[in-house]
């Protein structure tokens, strides 16, 4: 599949700001490749309301080197993410939980054995893009690229209320947990209406949002992209 955007279509349309990514400023020197279940166990036990809090999320912490989180290092027993100054912990949550998430200010938690300490946070709204992404979307092993694309259709079209117009997956990656291996794709939308592309944000795709899963974010200015390999 290969397809080309005449030009970048981020439009303009002022989104709600019912739910929101709150981008914590950290320092940690060093993380696990595979940190979405030691994240999430950790950002939990500070703030047990996001284990079932419908619109919250935990984003999965990615460094420079990763991009915009279509590559990952493949080692990931071996290798480890080197996080810099400019690196952020982002939780999207409801705007009525900001002051909760709040209390994370001046925390050291531990991830694996890593500490990582929380700074002050900012507030960043949702933004209309004609093209979102998912790092990771949960799959279940015995499903195929066609019934996974299917599914979602049929999910985007039971939050939005409208049918998705181009959709394609990319790279799949497994997430390590104490009941074993998830596995999850990279997945993209694209020419969804204003108000579709912020409730895909706002309520995601699938399960599994405490460990960064089904969490969209915009793609700006694509002119063209090929599916991973």
């Known amino acids: 599949m ?25 320092q940690c020197k060093e993380l696990p490749i595979d940190h979405a279940w030691a994240l999430s166990q950790a950002i939990v036990k500070e703030l047990p309301w996001m284990e079932t809090e419908k619109l919250a999320g935990v984003h999965q912490i990615h460094v420079a080197e990763s991009g915009n989180g279509w590559e990952r290092p493949e080692n990931s027993e071996e290798e480890t993410l080197k996080p810099s100054h ?9 705007k009525t939980r900001i002051k909760d ?20 946070p900012r507030k960043k709204t949702l933004v209309n893009s004609s093209v979102i992404f998912a790092r990771y979307v949960l799959s279940s092993d015995d499903e195929d690229e066609n019934s996974f694309l299917m599914r979602m259709a049929d999910e985007i079209k039971s939050i939005t209320g409208e049918k998705v117009k181009k959709m394609m997956c990319g790279k799949t990656y497994k997430i390590k947990t104490p009941d074993g291996d998830l596995l999850t794709r990279h ?6 209406s204003n108000d579709s592309s912020i409730q895909l944000q706002q309520y995601g795709l699938g ?3 405490i460990l960064g899963c089904g969490i969209f974010l915009p793609h700006k200015g694509i002119r063209s992209l090929k599916p991973m390999e």
């Open 86 to 94: 400019r690196t952020k912990l982002v939780l999207r949550i409801p």
């Open 187 to 192: 997945l993209m939308i694209a020419e969804q």
């Open 207 to 209: 399960e599994g949002r």
């Open 2 to 26: 290969f397809w080309e955007e005449e030009e970048d279509k981020t439009l303009p349309y002022q989104a709600p700001d019912d739910v929101i990514d709150l981008s914590f400023s950290m």
């Open 101 to 120: 998430a709040e209390t994370l200010v001046g925390k050291t938690i531990s991830i694996a054995g890593y500490p990582l300490t929380i700074k002050k």
